[in-house]
Nanobody, 122 residues
């Protein structure tokens, strides 16, 4: 079992930045591809970014390209999501998830964090 823990959410003004961290208890996150997803009220969960286990492949949703950066430090067993130039439409609950392979499809992720709220005010 892999229990994921996210940290770093909060309230920020439009144009601001936030940085998420995702780590695991029970096992290291180092051997897993890791993705970030988000869900806004009344909307389906959507893909944000994903990184392969060694960082060799990275995917982004079009809506966040150029603004968000996913990275990982396997020595620390942590995956990061740096979010810059935040917009009100980025407001959502953000989740990290782990899978045996990199994918943009939520149902293919086996493990999920509890989610953390990001609110971007205009």
């Amino acid at each position: 079992q892999v229990n994921l823990v996210e940290s770093g959410g909060g309230l920020v003004q439009a144009g601001g930045s936030l940085r998420f961290s995702c780590s695991a208890s029970g096992r290291t996150l180092s051997g897993y591809a890791t993705g970030w997803f988000r869900q806004a009220p009344g909307k389906e969960r959507e893909f944000v970014a994903a990184i392969s286990w060694n960082g060799g492949r990275i995917y982004y949703a079009d809506s966040v390209k150029g603004r968000f950066t996913i990275s990982r430090d396997n020595a620390k067993g942590t995956v990061y999501l740096q979010m810059n130039s935040l917009k009100p439409e980025d407001t959502a609950v953000y989740y990290c998830a782990a899978s045996g392979y990199i994918t943009t499809t939520a149902r293919e992720y086996n493990y999920w964090g509890q989610g953390t709220q990001v609110t971007v005010s205009s």
